[in-house]
């Protein structure tokens, strides 16, 4: 089965909205982690929230959890240009087989 | 920063040619990983690798692939014959801890393209 489909797949902001990103997954987790690729490039880990937490910020980063809905969201707030990039929510029951959601593409227009 | 990284950024080969990909995990880390993403697709796991053997590989990691630390420093996947499909970029990561608690830490990937 499928872990971590995010929605919206795409999302286009202007400069100084706020961005929402949602994941759901299919099976139990232990945590669940957000990642940032810049196309063509590497993933950068951006936070992880772990089972027993609903809610977790990191500087502009606001991310959700809820188990029982199986689903997670990452809210980015005052969004800059900068912040262009692909997002991937990642799930597993411990890093020896993290796997990756389909990711949302986030253009953010100055 | 300590920052893992890989070579050769870019492999052009031909179908049916062995690859070797290499990567240089960040130093005290335990735990290696090859993740794929093709071109505008999810990223992919293909193997975990702890205390010198493999920990999980997945469905797409068959035969034609393996991986291997030669030395104490580089983690290597090899693709023993190239199909059309396996072009791709390749990652590579590594982390300290697992067991939920751990982030990876991503190379810039391995670009491979299989003519």
């Known amino acids: 089965s499928q872990q971590g489909e995010e929605d919206p797949q795409a999302l286009s902001i202007q400069e100084g909205e706020n961005a929402t990103m949602n994941c759901s997954y299919k099976?139990?987790?232990?945590?669940l982690q957000w990642y940032r690729q810049n196309s063509g490039r590497g993933l950068v880990h951006l936070i992880l929230?772990?089972?027993?937490?609903r809610e977790k910020h990191s500087g502009r980063l606001r991310v959700t959890l809820d188990t029982s809905k199986k689903s997670s969201s990452l809210l980015i707030t005052a969004s800059r240009a900068a912040d262009t990039a692909s997002y991937f929510c990642?799930?597993?029951?411990?890093?020896?087989?993290?796997?990756f959601g389909t990711g949302t593409r986030l253009q953010v227009f100055p | 920063e300590p920052e893992v990284t890989q070579t050769p950024s870019h492999q052009v080969t031909q179908m049916g040619q062995e690859v070797i990909l290499r990567c240089v995990p960040i130093?005290?880390?335990?735990?290696f990983y090859w993740y794929r993403q093709i071109l505008g697709q999810k990223v992919e796991f293909l193997v975990s690798f702890y205390n010198n053997e493999i920990s999980e590989k997945s469905e797409i990691f068959d035969d034609q692939f393996s991986v291997e630390r030669p030395d104490g420093s580089n983690f290597t996947l090899k693709i023993r014959s190239t199909k059309l499909e396996d072009s791709a970029m390749y990652f590579c990561a590594s982390t300290r801890d697992r067991g939920g608690t751990g982030e990876l830490f991503f190379g810039e990937g391995s670009r491979l393209t299989v003519l």
């Open positions: 099976t139990s987790i232990n945590n």
């Open positions: 130093s005290n880390h335990l735990y």
């Open positions: 929230i772990r089972s027993n937490e």
């Open positions: 990642a799930t597993g029951p411990n890093t020896d087989k993290l796997i």
